[in-house]
């Protein structure tokens, strides 16, 4: 089954106590993204690659890093996480082009304390 | 850089009602147009696109899209709703050629009363 899949799909974590939050798509899709949503503002784009070894920022990536060693893999990684980062994230995948549809992983809801 | 505009941001309806849901983007050139779904606690599908073409876009479960270039609209329709397409409802447009891809709308809360 064609899926993205993220882990955890939940994590409650402390101000500053580092954190990995996988995902895997088993498409073979060379794009990859991660996204924030938060009420009222909608979706909003950290990071982006566009294959294995190659990303770029998104709209909101302060306090984010990513990786892309493999090309089903994304891990979103947080240093140093804040409260402002408690959000619900998404991954997603496609393949390139501007009219490819995006296929999203569950959800890892966040919460920092 | 491109936007998208969602103006209703809760939206109450009686099964049967017919609905539509409003988007605008702002951005000068060509644009690829989607409508994403997000059923409760679940992850985003997509409903149906628009790239070129026809300007009536038919999806899944019976929703429909018009895209009026003139008005840099792409709303979103259904004649007759049901319980089940209570949802969260997201408009995403991406530039034609551009690398980054689907910039959202905040999203419509659709509730659907039985």
């Known amino acids: 089954e064609a899926q993205v899949t993220q882990n955890p799909r939940y994590l409650i974590t402390v101000t500053g106590k580092k954190l990995t939050v996988t995902c895997s798509q088993n498409?073979?899709?060379?794009?990859m993204s991660w996204y924030r949503q938060d009420p009222g503002l909608g979706l909003r784009q950290i990071y982006y690659?566009?294959?294995?070894?190659?990303?770029d920022k998104g709209d909101v990536p302060e306090g984010y890093k990513v990786s892309r060693k493999e090309k089903r893999n994304f891990p979103l990684i947080l240093e140093s996480p804040s409260p402002n980062q408690t959000s619900l994230y998404f991954c997603?995948?496609?393949?390139?082009?501007?009219?490819?549809?995006?296929?999203f992983g569950q959800g890892t809801r966040l919460t920092v304390v | 850089a491109q936007s998208v505009s969602q103006h209703n941001h809760h939206v109450i309806l009686s099964e049967a009602a017919s609905l539509e849901l409003g988007c605008n983007y702002s951005?000068?050139?060509?644009?690829?147009l989607f409508w994403y779904v997000q059923y409760p606690g679940q992850h985003l599908q997509l409903l149906l696109k628009y790239f070129s073409g026809d300007p009536l876009v038919k999806g899944i479960k019976g929703f429909e899209a018009e895209f009026i270039k003139s008005k840099f609209s792409f709303n979103l329709r259904k004649p007759s709703v049901q319980w089940s397409d209570t949802a969260e409802y997201f408009c995403?447009?991406?530039?034609?050629?551009?690398?980054?891809?689907?910039?959202f709308g905040s999203g419509t809360q659709l509730t659907v009363l039985p």
């Open positions: 498409m073979n899709h060379e794009y």
């Open positions: 690659s566009m294959n294995v070894e190659v990303t």
């Open positions: 951005y000068g050139g060509t644009v690829n």
């Open positions: 995403a447009v991406n530039p034609s050629g551009s690398a980054r891809q689907l910039t």
């Open positions: 997603a995948s496609s393949w390139l082009g501007s009219a490819a549809e995006a296929f």
